[in-house]
């Protein structure tokens, strides 16, 4: 029982983790269709900003308080930057995008290299996140329970700024119907980059939280990005449910493998289950079926 | 000898609740040029995705071909039903516009080719691909590469590519979209030319030209067959006719 | 330059100028010491010659050549090192880094790679397998584009983290030290310049495949199933099949390539095949003129060249220049250096290919 609950937990914790960092994804990916490599560095941009944050204001709770917000800020302007000066004119050549953004990663890389040196960092965790919570017999940490809470906040605040506001409203339209969205008067250019925006910010915070379970590196955010891109791949594009369901269910095949064998193994793991799943399901989890060539 | 080559039964293609194509039948017979016309949105290129293997339908389409016999053709995948000699082009002429026509034909007619056949040097042109490049008018374009054609051409070498892979079902998708006067007249009679030993099935818009060359018709509205015959047949339906009110006035801005 | 190969005298001309090149001018004028970096950027080469193959001329963006690569370079290495603790104490051995890490008993997969010819036919075989099965599963469900190019990327990620795990292939730190190569002392400087030839030789064999590939009828197929799948499935060709057959080369490229890179360099560690030395694989690929026959090569060579002189005097500098190069030649000069010339002469070929969305 309580191997299970534990077994549960981890996965819940591991896919909150990889859902927070394959958020933004869903909605650059999922809803653009582009391929930006440099995401993971955006998620390190906010690992860097909790740091200097924390630097300057010194209390961990108060800072934290301040870089959540202050990480989607800095993540979602570089997004724009980088929506502005390049994606912007590779819209269609979305492998080209790929190659290009993994360019901008590098520089991005060794710019937190030269800034802040190479050696991994730590932010401290505010008092009130420190040790665990008994749940159902499993001492659960608090900060891992924070990250899923903040997960749940994060998709729930997506799925409702798409559902119920102009601004959501029209990003659905660009992803259903770029021409059509046009037509109706929609600048399909203004909602590219408010979606690059939300969808960069959300790398950001995502960096902010992850500085509560791990310690800052350059490399921090490519560690996350592989997994990240897995997790829209097997959620289906276009969809946040998509998104939600293979982070838990990868989080879940992780978890499971790394109790039976090890980590390394379990990463192994997790790549034949979503080949052999998209021998299932090509194109992922839950899909928009519309009529199309191929 | 107007023998039928393919048989729809009862097609019905299913987008999440959706019915795009609904419980339609529809026969295609060789020597025919066969129209299917019906308003945006009536299910005619859903119904050639679901023929040709791309989308997933309920029902049953076989392929008749003169000493094989009937195959079914549900569930077979896209490259073994274009094996059966069902050939289809699509609404934006889709050529290899890297490679030159001469290119193009040559690997449409390579489909059963042994891949020692592929790996080794092209000699010589096949005999069936210079025939076909003289027949759809593009001889003295063998070299050009397929992407630097006017828009006409690349219909014709689309069409060239099912006769020279030896398709005897072909499925065209708005074939003179685009064209010119001149153009549509030549493309009509190569439709009817190649029907001779064919079964054609052609999707299209333009009432002009089906008037001009349909042997027969099939109207679609909202996923069924409203009506099937000759043009005349079709065209005194009073039905077809209360979908089509105003039909006039939309083919002519489809031509100008 | 692809115009020149187009006939066949041009062709026997090129490949004896490059033959000429390669075995009389460099090691006459090079010092062993950077012929050993030229046979080791040749390797860099051999890998590049596939990425042409598979990205330039196939569309498959594939970001998981350091697998291939390190399936050979590890195979080989295991040989080595099975080859040298026999040497010191006897067939069948321990390996000294497994003393070191206190394994006594000889894993049983480790035994074949005693036999030269198991492990040669391993280093062919295996990865091209290997990637003839992944080919197959995920071409044939039509996973392409993004969808593959991320997939291919896992797979490096994945391998790298499998191999760190191990500790009877050296786990993080590989396998390094090797003595002897076939029988060969490689501190010989002899043996290192018979390396270089060997390094030489495969790169213009690969070169020579991956020519009749391009000439032949299936390389206007690739190049058909590039710029419009659906056109060829509807043909009446399984698709799949001509990707996969394209990836296969590729990955027999890369795994040759990695064998021949262990003696020659004399370490192999997951560093040097995970994710972002993958990708990096590519940067040569793209600068040279990926749909090109020589723009990879001359790409790779030029590519690893300018790392290995640059990036001791400036380790940040270089790392920027990477990612600058990355940004400025894909999205201004996707045809590479290549399609310069076709720029100037303004003739209207379209080297890109035109990718369909995921």
């Not at chain 1, 420190?130 to 997506?158: C, E, N, Q, S, Y």
């Not at chain 1, 990240?228 to 369901?245: C, D």
């Not at chain 1, 990868?250 to 493998?257: D, I, K, M, P, S």
């Not at chain 2, 042994?114 to 070299?143: F, S």
Request: aromatic share 8%; charged share 15%.
């Amino acid at each position: 029982m309580d191997l299970l609950v534990g077994q549960l937990f981890t996965g819940l914790s591991t896919g909150s983790i990889l859902l927070l960092a394959a958020l933004g994804l869903s909605l650059t990916f999922g809803q653009m269709g582009v391929i930006n490599m440099a995401h993971g560095e955006f998620i390190m941009a906010g690992c860097y900003t909790a740091y200097v944050v924390q630097q300057i204001a010194g209390d961990a709770g108060v800072s934290l308080l301040i870089a959540l917000p202050l990480g989607f800020a800095v993540g979602g302007a570089m997004g724009l930057v980088l929506e502005a000066l390049l994606i912007r004119h590779l819209y269609h050549r979305p492998l080209d995008t790929l190659l290009v953004t993994f360019g901008v990663g590098l520089i991005l890389q060794q710019v937190a290299r030269d800034v802040f040196g190479a050696p991994a960092v730590n932010v401290s965790v505010p008092p009130a996140l420190r040790g665990g919570v008994d749940l159902l017999g499993v001492t659960v940490p608090k900060t891992r329970l924070f990250i899923m809470g903040l997960a749940i906040v994060a998709v729930t605040a997506v799925a409702l700024v798409l559902r119920f506001t102009p601004a959501g409203r029209r990003i659905r339209a660009v992803v259903g119907n770029r021409d059509l969205a046009e037509t109706a008067g929609i600048s399909s250019r203004a909602v590219d980059a408010g979606t690059f925006f939300i969808g960069s910010g959300l790398a950001g915070v995502a960096g902010v939280a992850l500085t509560l379970i791990g310690s800052t590196s350059p490399t921090t955010g490519q560690s996350y990005l592989v997994d990240a891109f897995l997790v829209v791949v097997a959620g289906g594009l276009g969809r946040i449910k998509g998104a939600v369901v293979a982070a838990v269910a990868l989080g879940a095949t992780q978890a499971v493998f790394e109790t039976y064998s090890t980590a390394s193994l379990a990463k192994v793991g997790v790549f034949i289950v979503i080949v052999v799943f998209l021998q299932l399901r090509p194109q992922g989890l839950f899909t928009l079926r519309t009529r199309s060539l191929a | 000898m107007n023998t039928i080559a393919l048989t729809c039964t009862d097609i019905t293609v299913d987008f999440d609740g959706f019915k795009a194509v609904n419980g339609v039948d529809l026969e295609l017979a060789r020597g025919e040029v066969h129209f299917l016309i019906g308003p945006n949105g009536a299910g005619k290129t859903t119904l050639v995705d679901a023929i040709t293997g791309l989308t997933p339908y309920t029902g049953s389409v076989t392929k008749d071909t003169p000493g094989t016999g009937a195959v079914e053709l549900r569930g077979k995948k896209v490259h073994h039903i274009a094996r059966t000699g069902i050939g289809r082009t699509f609404q934006t002429a889709t050529v290899f516009d890297n490679l030159t026509v001469a290119q193009n034909l040559d690997i449409a007619a390579g489909a059963h080719r042994t891949p020692w056949t592929l790996l080794r040097r092209r000699r010589h042109l096949p005999e069936t691909v210079t025939a076909t490049m003289d027949r759809i008018g593009l001889t003295g374009h063998a070299d050009t590469p397929a992407g630097i054609l006017a828009h006409g051409q690349k219909q014709w070498l689309e069409i060239g590519m099912l006769l020279v892979g030896d398709a005897d079902v072909l499925l065209l998708d708005e074939p003179i979209a685009g064209m010119g006067h001149d153009e549509r007249e030549t493309t009509g009679r190569l439709l009817h030319d190649i029907a001779a030993d064919r079964a054609v099935a052609v999707v299209e818009h333009d009432m002009d030209f089906m008037r001009a060359f349909a042997s027969r018709v099939t109207v679609l509205h909202a996923g069924a067959v409203l009506a099937t015959g000759s043009v005349d047949d079709v065209s005194t339906d009073p039905r077809v006719q209360a979908v089509y009110l105003g039909t006039k006035e939309t083919a002519d801005a489809h031509t100008a | 330059m692809n115009r020149f190969f187009a006939s066949r005298p041009g062709t026997w001309a090129g490949f004896a100028a490059a033959a000429a090149v390669l075995f009389g001018l460099a090691p006459l004028v090079l010092s062993g010491f950077r012929l050993g970096l030229l046979a080791q950027f040749l390797c860099y080469a051999i890998v590049a010659v596939g990425i042409g193959l598979a990205w330039g001329r196939g569309g498959m963006l594939t970001l998981g050549q350091g697998v291939f690569f390190g399936m050979g370079a590890y195979l080989m290495a295991m040989h080595l090192k099975m080859a040298d603790a026999a040497f010191r104490n006897g067939p069948g051995a321990v390996p000294d880094f497994m003393e070191l890490a206190g394994i006594r008993e000889l894993p049983a997969y480790w035994a074949p790679f005693a036999s030269p010819v198991f492990t040669i036919a391993a280093i062919l075989l295996l990865p091209t397998g290997f990637a003839v099965l992944l080919g197959l599963a995920v071409f044939k469900r039509r996973v392409k584009g993004a969808y593959f190019a991320i997939l291919s990327q896992a797979l490096a990620g994945a391998f790298a983290i499998l191999l760190i795990g191990q500790q009877s292939l050296g786990g993080f730190n590989g396998l390094s030290r090797f003595r002897y190569f076939f029988g060969y002392n490689l501190d010989d400087p002899v043996n290192q310049q018979m390396l270089y030839y060997i390094a030489a030789g495969v790169l213009l064999a690969a070169v020579a495949i991956a020519l009749q590939l391009r000439r032949s009828r299936y390389g206007e197929l690739l190049l058909a199933v590039r710029d419009a799948e659906a056109r060829v499935r509807f043909l009446g060709y399984d698709a799949a099949n001509i990707k996969t057959v394209a990836y296969a080369t590729a990955a027999l490229f890369a795994s040759v390539a990695g064998a021949v890179f262990v003696p020659i360099v004399g370490i192999i560690s997951p560093a040097s095949i995970g994710i972002v030395p993958s990708i990096m694989f590519l940067l040569g690929v793209a600068i040279g003129g990926r749909a090109t026959l020589l723009g990879p090569v001359l790409g790779a060579l030029a590519v690893y060249w300018a790392q290995t002189t640059l990036s001791e005097q400036f380790p940040s500098g270089w790392v920027y220049a990477q990612g600058l190069l990355f940004v400025l030649v894909i999205a201004l000069l996707p045809g590479g250096i290549a399609s310069i010339t076709a720029l100037a002469k303004r003739i209207p070929t379209k080297r890109a290919p035109a990718e369909a969305a995921a």
